[in-house]
């Protein structure tokens, strides 16, 4: 049975949503024109697709931690319902990202996804 990752698609709606998801969660920081560049875009999305990765991960793993009904534990940590955090969840455990952050868990909710 294979671990390894699907290939996705480059640009997609995940990408738009990990964007959203950065903006959302962080402070509003003044960028200088210095630090602003032609890369400056590409980097932002994969530095937020990286953070929320980590972020759901996490959570994923010490879920428990927060007490209480997972389904709440979601609402209150990212604003999502239980359905749209299992989507995303489900998306994210095919990027290399998600296997390098935490492989143990990517590839346990992998082959849990296989099995049903």
Same mark, same amino acid.
């Given at each position: ?7 996705? /698609? $480059?640009? !997609?709606?995940?990408?738009?949503? %990990? *964007?959203?998801? #950065? =903006? +959302? ?7 200088? /024109? $210095?630090? !602003?560049?032609?890369?400056?875009? %590409? *980097?932002?999305? #994969? =530095? +937020? ?21 997972? =389904? ?45």
């Amino acid at each position: 049975m294979p671990i390894e990752p699907r290939p996705r /698609p $480059a640009g !997609s709606a995940d990408e738009a949503a %990990a *964007l959203a998801f #950065a =903006a +959302a969660d962080s402070l509003a920081t003044v960028t200088t /024109p $210095a630090a !602003s560049g032609a890369d400056t875009p %590409a *980097l932002d999305l #994969a =530095a +937020a697709r990286e953070e929320r990765i980590r972020r759901v991960l996490d959570f994923e793993a010490g879920w428990t931690s927060h007490g209480g009904a997972k =389904a709440r534990a979601i609402r209150a940590e990212f604003g999502w319902t239980t359905t749209r955090y299992y989507q995303v969840l489900d998306g994210l455990l095919e990027t290399p990202e998600a296997l390098r952050h935490d492989p143990m868990l990517v590839r346990r909710l992998l082959r849990l996804r296989e099995g049903r």
